[in-house]
């Protein structure tokens, strides 16, 4: 497709949306950050600007290390705009098996894997019914809580807005001492969510007892075959609700999908036991690359 042109380097804006979702739409990407909205939610943690190399749409970013990137270069000439961006010292993140196979070339490329943003992919079947002895522990875990609570499943709509907030106040408060500035991000990132979901086209949805919202879940297609859960919080003194919204979030969403993408660790070993523990069907490796 033919991508009008972009100022250099200018910050990342909700009119690009079109020109992304366009270009997503053909390339069918693997990689969660690769959506408009997981983009433009953390656009401002991550300083995402836009520019035009060779006349691919590239994304400059950098990591919460301040470490400077750019993603993977999007339509254009992609071989060329890698060319002109490594020879320019920048160092390329979030490249996928695909896209190294076509295009990372030569002996002076350093290929670097990053086991801590790898993505946990998972039968969305799966998640939704939790069969069998594998999934016996987060078959419990719902049952104690179901047994417990009375309590409701909603899709995401904007009524359930000022609910998801006070519960993701409540949650930033228990958690906030254990962490640094990323999850002050997440969180800036997930209430950015929560109001322009319909304008970033994401899902969700809310698990609700007492008129209370105690959790919630939002995603969007990825690509044809596979969702991709952005954020998901819950009370985190109710056990059961994480499993439970997990398996809600699979049951009623995306039913189109194959697949759901539930994104990184980023290396905290206990998010790590968890992904793991649900199974993941497949892992997409990224690599930095210089």
Not at 136 to 165: A, E, M, Q, W
Not at 265 to 273: A, F, K, N
Request: hydrophobic letters at 40%; charged letters at 20%; proline letters at 4%.
């Amino acid at each position: 497709m033919e991508i009008p042109p972009f100022p250099a380097s200018r910050p990342l804006s909700l009119a690009d949306k079109p020109v992304f979702d366009a270009l997503f739409e053909e390339l069918q990407p693997n990689v969660s950050e690769l959506t408009f909205a997981g983009l433009y939610l953390f656009r401002l943690a991550h300083v995402y600007h836009v520019t035009m190399v060779a006349g691919s749409l590239v994304v400059l970013g950098k990591g919460y290390d301040s470490a400077d990137y750019f993603l993977p270069p999007l339509g254009g000439n992609i071989a060329e705009a890698l060319k002109v961006m490594f020879a320019g010292g920048h160092m390329l993140y979030g490249a996928d098996d695909l896209f190294t196979d076509t295009y990372i070339t030569g002996k002076t490329v350093q290929i670097t894997e990053l086991r801590d943003s790898f993505d946990y992919v998972y039968l969305r079947e799966e998640l939704a019914t939790l069969p069998g002895s594998r999934f016996h522990k987060k078959r419990n875990r719902i049952k104690y809580f179901t047994s417990r609570h009375d309590y409701s499943v909603d899709l995401f709509s904007s009524k359930h807005l000022s609910g998801c907030l006070e519960l993701l106040d409540t949650w930033f408060q228990v958690y906030r001492s254990e962490s640094g500035t990323s999850l002050a991000m997440e969180v800036e990132a997930t209430i950015e969510a929560l109001h322009s979901s319909e304008a970033l086209g994401l899902s969700g949805v809310v698990v609700i007892i007492n008129n209370c919202v105690v959790a919630f879940s939002l995603g969007e297609h990825l690509n044809r075959d596979t969702a991709v859960c952005h954020f998901e919080k819950a009370d985190p003194f109710t056990e059961g609700l994480y499993q439970l919204v997990n398996r809600e979030f699979a049951r009623l969403l995306f039913l189109d999908c194959l697949y759901v993408n539930r994104e990184q660790d980023l290396g905290d070993p206990g998010l790590r036991t968890a992904k793991l523990s649900y199974h993941p069907v497949k892992l997409v490796k990224k690599y930095s690359i210089k």
